[in-house]
Protein backbone atom coordinates (compact mmCIF):
# COMPACT_ATOMS: atom_id res chain seq x y z
CA UNK A 1 0.00 0.00 0.00
CA UNK A 2 1.32 2.94 -0.92
CA UNK A 3 0.82 5.38 1.41
CA UNK A 4 2.27 9.13 -0.18
CA UNK A 5 0.11 7.83 -3.61
CA UNK A 6 -3.07 7.13 -1.57
CA UNK A 7 -2.24 10.64 0.05
CA UNK A 8 -2.08 12.47 -3.51
CA UNK A 9 -5.70 11.02 -4.45
CA UNK A 10 -6.86 11.76 -1.20
CA UNK A 11 -6.10 15.21 -1.98
CA UNK A 12 -7.11 15.55 -5.70
CA UNK A 13 -10.41 14.25 -4.37
CA UNK A 14 -11.16 16.81 -1.14
CA UNK A 15 -9.99 19.52 -3.90
CA UNK A 16 -12.74 19.07 -5.85
CA UNK A 17 -15.16 18.30 -3.69
CA UNK A 18 -14.50 21.93 -2.35
CA UNK A 19 -14.50 23.34 -5.82
CA UNK A 20 -18.20 21.44 -5.77
CA UNK A 21 -19.35 22.97 -2.30
CA UNK A 22 -18.01 26.18 -3.21
CA UNK A 23 -20.58 26.79 -6.39
CA UNK A 24 -23.58 25.73 -4.25
CA UNK A 25 -21.97 28.25 -1.61
CA UNK A 26 -21.96 31.40 -3.76
CA UNK A 27 -25.51 30.17 -5.39
CA UNK A 28 -27.17 30.38 -2.18
CA UNK A 29 -29.63 27.53 -3.60
CA UNK A 30 -28.72 25.06 -0.92
CA UNK A 31 -31.76 22.93 -1.33
CA UNK A 32 -31.89 22.19 2.35
CA UNK A 33 -33.27 18.72 3.19
CA UNK A 34 -33.89 17.13 6.70
CA UNK A 35 -32.11 13.58 6.86
CA UNK A 36 -33.60 10.80 9.42
CA UNK A 37 -31.76 11.84 12.28
CA UNK A 38 -33.21 15.57 11.06
CA UNK A 39 -29.81 16.98 10.87
CA UNK A 40 -29.71 19.26 7.78
CA UNK A 41 -28.48 17.90 4.08
CA UNK A 42 -27.65 19.90 1.17
CA UNK A 43 -27.15 19.93 -2.84
CA UNK A 44 -23.22 20.97 -1.78
CA UNK A 45 -23.04 17.35 0.67
CA UNK A 46 -24.20 15.17 -2.36
CA UNK A 47 -22.49 16.98 -4.66
CA UNK A 48 -19.32 16.44 -2.78
CA UNK A 49 -19.73 12.46 -1.88
CA UNK A 50 -19.82 12.04 -5.96
CA UNK A 51 -16.63 13.42 -6.63
CA UNK A 52 -14.81 11.87 -3.44
CA UNK A 53 -16.28 9.20 -4.60
CA UNK A 54 -15.61 9.52 -7.98
CA UNK A 55 -11.84 9.83 -7.25
CA UNK A 56 -11.27 7.29 -4.39
CA UNK A 57 -13.24 3.93 -6.36
CA UNK A 58 -10.48 3.85 -8.58
CA UNK A 59 -8.00 2.76 -5.64
CA UNK A 60 -10.03 -0.26 -5.02
CA UNK A 61 -10.33 -0.02 -1.67
CA UNK A 62 -13.83 0.03 0.52
CA UNK A 63 -15.41 3.38 0.54
CA UNK A 64 -17.63 4.41 4.04
CA UNK A 65 -19.15 7.75 3.75
CA UNK A 66 -21.76 10.00 5.41
CA UNK A 67 -23.31 10.66 1.92
CA UNK A 68 -23.01 7.28 0.50
CA UNK A 69 -25.16 4.08 1.42
CA UNK A 70 -25.60 2.25 3.97
CA UNK A 71 -23.23 -0.67 4.87
CA UNK A 72 -24.22 -3.43 6.73
CA UNK A 73 -21.59 -4.61 9.30
CA UNK A 74 -21.45 -7.40 8.50
CA UNK A 75 -20.10 -6.34 5.29
CA UNK A 76 -17.70 -4.29 6.33
CA UNK A 77 -16.73 -5.64 9.58
CA UNK A 78 -14.21 -7.82 7.21
CA UNK A 79 -12.54 -4.62 5.74
CA UNK A 80 -8.67 -4.51 6.92
CA UNK A 81 -8.43 -1.14 5.26
CA UNK A 82 -11.42 1.23 4.51
CA UNK A 83 -11.99 5.04 3.33
CA UNK A 84 -13.78 6.95 5.88
CA UNK A 85 -15.57 10.32 4.61
CA UNK A 86 -17.16 13.22 5.48
CA UNK A 87 -18.22 14.71 1.89
CA UNK A 88 -19.11 18.31 4.13
CA UNK A 89 -18.40 18.56 7.98
CA UNK A 90 -20.04 21.19 9.61
CA UNK A 91 -23.15 21.29 7.02
CA UNK A 92 -24.86 23.47 9.92
CA UNK A 93 -21.73 26.26 9.69
CA UNK A 94 -22.63 26.05 6.13
CA UNK A 95 -25.97 27.17 5.81
CA UNK A 96 -24.80 29.94 8.55
CA UNK A 97 -22.41 31.00 5.88
CA UNK A 98 -19.34 31.36 8.19
CA UNK A 99 -17.08 29.52 6.32
CA UNK A 100 -16.58 26.71 8.85
CA UNK A 101 -16.90 23.73 7.64
CA UNK A 102 -14.86 21.13 5.61
CA UNK A 103 -13.89 18.25 3.72
CA UNK A 104 -12.85 15.03 5.51
CA UNK A 105 -11.46 12.28 3.84
CA UNK A 106 -9.26 9.19 6.29
CA UNK A 107 -7.91 5.90 5.69
CA UNK A 108 -8.77 3.31 8.06
CA UNK A 109 -6.19 0.61 8.68
CA UNK A 110 -7.28 -1.67 11.37
CA UNK A 111 -9.49 0.30 13.33
CA UNK A 112 -6.95 3.11 13.47
CA UNK A 113 -7.00 5.80 10.73
CA UNK A 114 -3.38 5.94 8.95
CA UNK A 115 -3.69 8.78 6.23
CA UNK A 116 -6.00 11.98 6.75
CA UNK A 117 -6.83 15.13 4.47
CA UNK A 118 -9.20 18.11 6.04
CA UNK A 119 -9.81 20.73 3.15
CA UNK A 120 -11.58 24.16 4.52
CA UNK A 121 -13.35 25.30 0.91
CA UNK A 122 -13.50 28.69 1.74
CA UNK A 123 -9.70 29.42 2.61
CA UNK A 124 -8.26 26.88 0.66
CA UNK A 125 -6.49 25.15 3.31
CA UNK A 126 -5.41 21.57 3.25
CA UNK A 127 -4.40 19.78 6.29
CA UNK A 128 -2.69 16.15 5.97
CA UNK A 129 -1.20 13.07 7.88
CA UNK A 130 0.32 10.14 7.47
CA UNK A 131 1.42 7.84 9.93
CA UNK A 132 4.65 8.21 11.08
CA UNK A 133 5.02 11.20 8.43
CA UNK A 134 4.00 14.30 10.44
CA UNK A 135 1.31 16.40 9.83
CA UNK A 136 1.06 19.38 7.59
CA UNK A 137 -0.97 22.27 6.72
CA UNK A 138 -0.41 23.97 3.42
CA UNK A 139 2.45 21.84 3.30
CA UNK A 140 4.59 23.78 6.54
CA UNK A 141 4.95 20.90 9.03
CA UNK A 142 2.94 21.71 11.93
CA UNK A 143 2.72 20.87 15.93
CA UNK A 144 0.89 20.83 18.93
CA UNK A 145 1.19 23.20 21.92
CA UNK A 146 3.14 21.15 25.29
CA UNK A 147 1.26 22.16 28.18
CA UNK A 148 0.42 21.05 31.71
CA UNK A 149 -3.21 20.57 33.39
CA UNK A 150 -2.61 23.01 36.53
CA UNK A 151 -0.86 25.98 34.31
CA UNK A 152 -3.73 28.98 34.46
CA UNK A 153 -5.27 30.02 30.81
CA UNK A 154 -5.56 26.86 28.71
CA UNK A 155 -7.21 27.08 25.48
CA UNK A 156 -10.15 25.17 25.31
CA UNK A 157 -11.99 24.39 22.35
CA UNK A 158 -15.42 24.11 23.55
CA UNK A 159 -19.07 25.52 22.85
CA UNK A 160 -19.95 28.82 24.48
CA UNK A 161 -23.53 28.22 24.41
CA UNK A 162 -23.95 25.02 24.74
CA UNK A 163 -21.93 23.44 27.29
CA UNK A 164 -23.20 20.17 28.76
CA UNK A 165 -22.73 19.08 32.56
CA UNK A 166 -19.92 17.08 31.80
CA UNK A 167 -18.16 19.56 29.65
CA UNK A 168 -18.25 22.05 32.65
CA UNK A 169 -17.13 20.15 35.25
CA UNK A 170 -14.05 19.11 32.96
CA UNK A 171 -13.63 23.00 32.77
CA UNK A 172 -13.82 23.41 36.68
CA UNK A 173 -10.92 21.85 37.00
CA UNK A 174 -9.24 23.78 35.16
CA UNK A 175 -7.27 26.90 35.79
CA UNK A 176 -9.34 30.14 34.27
CA UNK A 177 -9.38 28.16 30.94
CA UNK A 178 -9.97 30.46 27.62
CA UNK A 179 -12.60 29.26 25.68
CA UNK A 180 -12.64 29.15 22.17
CA UNK A 181 -15.15 28.21 19.56
CA UNK A 182 -15.07 26.88 16.00
CA UNK A 183 -17.14 24.72 14.08
CA UNK A 184 -16.51 21.06 12.14
CA UNK A 185 -13.31 19.26 12.34
CA UNK A 186 -11.55 22.49 12.83
CA UNK A 187 -11.93 22.07 16.25
CA UNK A 188 -9.44 18.94 16.62
CA UNK A 189 -7.38 21.38 13.95
CA UNK A 190 -6.65 23.94 16.12
CA UNK A 191 -5.13 21.52 18.74
CA UNK A 192 -3.03 19.85 15.96
CA UNK A 193 -1.69 23.36 14.82
CA UNK A 194 -1.40 24.44 18.84
CA UNK A 195 -3.87 27.41 18.91
CA UNK A 196 -5.89 24.63 21.27
CA UNK A 197 -4.81 22.75 24.57
CA UNK A 198 -7.71 20.49 24.93
CA UNK A 199 -11.44 19.51 23.13
CA UNK A 200 -13.44 17.64 25.00
CA UNK A 201 -16.03 16.45 23.00
CA UNK A 202 -18.65 15.10 25.37
CA UNK A 203 -21.44 15.32 23.49
CA UNK A 204 -22.54 12.58 19.93
CA UNK A 205 -20.30 12.66 17.06
CA UNK A 206 -19.78 9.81 14.40
CA UNK A 207 -16.63 8.12 13.19
CA UNK A 208 -16.14 10.29 10.07
CA UNK A 209 -16.20 13.40 11.69
CA UNK A 210 -13.21 12.67 13.46
CA UNK A 211 -10.94 10.10 11.40
CA UNK A 212 -9.24 12.51 9.33
CA UNK A 213 -8.29 15.44 11.86
CA UNK A 214 -7.46 12.44 14.18
CA UNK A 215 -4.61 11.45 12.61
CA UNK A 216 -3.64 14.88 11.63
CA UNK A 217 -3.59 15.35 15.60
CA UNK A 218 -1.69 12.27 16.48
CA UNK A 219 0.95 12.91 14.39
CA UNK A 220 1.28 16.93 15.39
CA UNK A 221 2.06 15.07 18.61
CA UNK A 222 -0.77 14.90 20.29
CA UNK A 223 -3.94 12.72 21.27
CA UNK A 224 -7.33 11.86 20.36
CA UNK A 225 -8.51 9.63 23.60
CA UNK A 226 -11.57 7.83 24.71
CA UNK A 227 -13.02 9.99 27.91
CA UNK A 228 -11.03 9.32 30.86
CA UNK A 229 -8.46 6.43 29.40
CA UNK A 230 -5.66 6.51 27.49
CA UNK A 231 -7.45 4.55 24.66
CA UNK A 232 -7.36 6.28 20.99
CA UNK A 233 -11.39 6.24 19.43
CA UNK A 234 -11.23 3.43 16.81
CA UNK A 235 -13.10 3.11 14.18
CA UNK A 236 -15.39 0.90 11.95
CA UNK A 237 -17.29 -0.48 15.07
CA UNK A 238 -20.79 -2.22 14.22
CA UNK A 239 -22.56 1.59 15.82
CA UNK A 240 -20.15 4.02 14.35
CA UNK A 241 -21.25 6.58 16.94
CA UNK A 242 -18.33 7.62 18.59
CA UNK A 243 -17.70 7.40 22.28
CA UNK A 244 -17.08 10.79 24.62
CA UNK A 245 -13.50 11.85 23.85
CA UNK A 246 -10.44 14.23 24.64
CA UNK A 247 -8.35 16.15 22.28
CA UNK A 248 -5.05 17.11 23.57
CA UNK A 249 -1.82 18.71 22.80
CA UNK A 250 1.44 17.40 24.47
CA UNK A 251 1.04 16.79 27.99
CA UNK A 252 4.22 17.86 30.22
CA UNK A 253 3.10 15.52 32.46
CA UNK A 254 3.49 12.44 30.37
Known amino acids: MNL ?4 EQAKIAASMASEEILKVYHSGDFEIEAKDDQSPLTRADQAAHQVIAAVLEKTGIPILSEEGAQIPFSQRKSWETFWLIDPLDGTKEFIKRNGEFTVNIALIHHHQPILGVVQTPVTADLYSAIKASGAQKNGQMIQCTSFDLQQSGLNVVASRSHLNAE ?50 VEEAGGKVIIQNSQTPVNYNKENLLNPYFLVQGKEKNF
Do not use: C
Open 167 to 216: TQVFLDNLIKPEILSKGSSLKLLMVAEGEAHLYPRFAPTMEWDTAAAQII
Open 4 to 7: NSLL
